[in-house]
């Protein structure tokens, strides 16, 4: 498996929303991991063969879309006190640079705005393959992770416990399985 497809030319590739997913983890009450994840993902990729750390990445995510399996949890994250999904509907990321490219995989660096705050922040991305289609479309697959404070983006609503500590950590896990489709060379 390569990092990256194996082109001679630039190539731009669409995330395939169906068959990709963005996840993420956080400590709740300080004894759980509660998951949850966004259903509405899209995005481009723009690979060089000739210079795989050339690689241009785009994804939008729609806030609304947040699923954590429990109705009146997805109606507070959507409010102000967490993603304020009137005022900011999307989040965003947009690569920077591609760092440590190796057969398996690479550093993905790029800016991550929520709420209208961005940070940079590293995901460890992992090449999953490359395929045919069964209509003869060329796919790769990708992994990616990374760890965010949510503060850090304005997500700071909270409540302290009883016995000490807070409702929801601030540390946020987030796991990204992405399709993506060769949409032809640039």
Same mark, same amino acid.
Request: aromatic share 6%; hydrophobic share 40%.
């Given at each position: 498996?390569? #990092?990256?497809?194996?082109?001679?030319?630039?190539?731009?590739? #669409?995330?395939?929303?169906? *068959?990709?997913?963005?996840?993420? =983890?956080?400590? *709740?009450?300080?004894?759980?991991?509660?998951?949850?994840?966004?259903?509405?993902?899209?995005? +481009?990729?723009?690979?060089?063969? #000739?210079?795989? =750390? @050339? /690689?241009?990445? &785009?994804?939008?995510?729609?806030?609304?879309?947040?699923?954590?399996?429990? =109705?009146?949890?997805?109606? *507070?994250?959507?409010? /102000?006190?967490?993603?304020?999904?009137?005022?900011?509907?999307?989040?965003?990321?947009?690569?920077? $640079?591609?760092?440590?490219? %190796?057969? &398996?995989?690479? +550093?993905?660096? @790029? &800016?991550?705005?929520?709420?209208?705050?961005?940070?940079?922040?590293?995901?460890?991305?992992?090449?999953? $393959?490359?395929?045919?289609?069964?209509?003869?479309?060329?796919?790769?697959?990708?992994? /990616?992770?990374? !760890?965010?404070?949510?503060?850090?983006? @304005?997500?700071?609503?909270?409540?302290?416990?009883?016995?000490?500590?807070? #409702?929801? %950590?601030?540390?946020? !896990?987030?796991?990204?399985?992405?399709?993506?489709?060769?949409? @032809?060379?640039?």
């Amino acid at each position: 498996m390569s #990092a990256v497809p194996s082109v001679q030319s630039r190539t731009t590739w #669409a995330i395939d929303p169906v *068959h990709s997913s963005v996840e993420f =983890a956080v400590r *709740h009450l300080m004894i759980t991991t509660v998951k949850g994840r966004f259903t509405d993902v899209q995005g +481009t990729v723009v690979l060089d063969g #000739a210079d795989p =750390a @050339g /690689a241009a990445v &785009d994804i939008t995510i729609g806030a609304a879309s947040i699923d954590t399996r429990e =109705a009146q949890r997805d109606a *507070h994250l959507r409010s /102000a006190d967490f993603f304020d999904v009137e005022r900011f509907p999307t989040l965003t990321f947009r690569g920077t $640079g591609v760092r440590g490219v %190796s057969p &398996d995989g690479f +550093t993905l660096v @790029g &800016d991550l705005t929520i709420r209208g705050v961005t940070r940079e922040v590293a995901l460890e991305v992992t090449s999953e $393959g490359r395929n045919k289609d069964p209509w003869g479309g060329e796919r790769a697959g990708y992994s /990616a992770t990374t !760890k965010i404070k949510r503060s850090d983006f @304005g997500l700071t609503w909270n409540q302290l416990l009883e016995t000490g500590g807070f #409702a929801v %950590s601030d540390d946020v !896990k987030i796991t990204l399985d992405v399709q993506v489709v060769n949409k @032809g060379t640039v």
